[in-house]
């Protein structure tokens, strides 16, 4: 079973536990907190995915720094254990993040950028989506150096490419006519 499978369906199974009972905007808050942690801290990451470390250990290390958590999200810190599966935790935050958006309607918008997006970037291309969409819109920024700059966005099957490289390609045509 690959990693992706998995963590859909945990992350289903807790979306449910939670809508039950009516929590899954606090909890999706938790999973958003989960997965800017350990994206962001690569000893963490690694220390998850660490096959000599214990899930006991590990365990321990979660309840510490995600204290507050609410039960939904401790009790996927125990099924976890129990399956010795904390390797997939970012995976299924990623995962309940994307299916509470669908749930709730949410569209979330891929930017891609050259350097991580500032206010005045993020300004702009909100100012751009909502010419092409009105439902509400969650944005994920990736990281790619080869745009130079700008920005490219992706909704469902839209594309709007507005980066450097891009332009710089047109330009390029345009000369070579």
Do not use: C, H, W
């Amino acid at each position: 079973m690959d990693m992706s499978r998995a963590a859909i369906r945990y992350a289903k199974a807790i979306l449910e536990i939670a809508s039950t009972s009516g929590n899954t905007a606090k909890v999706n808050n938790d999973m958003k907190a989960i997965t800017e942690v350990v994206s962001g801290n690569k000893e963490l990451s690694d220390f998850l995915a660490s096959p000599i470390i214990t899930s006991d250990i590990k365990m321990n290390a979660l309840s510490e720094v995600f204290g507050t958590v609410e039960n939904e999200t401790k009790s996927l810190f125990r099924l976890l254990q129990e399956n010795k599966r904390f390797e997939i935790l970012l995976p299924i935050a990623e995962q309940f993040n994307a299916q509470y958006d669908v749930l709730n309607g949410v569209e979330v918008a891929v930017v891609t950028t050259a350097i991580p997006m500032d206010a005045a970037l993020e300004t702009q291309v909100l100012a751009k989506i909502a010419t092409i969409s009105d439902k509400k819109i969650t944005l994920q920024n990736t990281i790619d150096p080869s745009i130079i700059g700008g920005f490219i966005l992706r909704m469902g099957d839209k594309q709007y490419n507005a980066s450097v490289a891009n332009r710089l390609q047109e330009l390029r045509r345009e000369f070579s006519n």
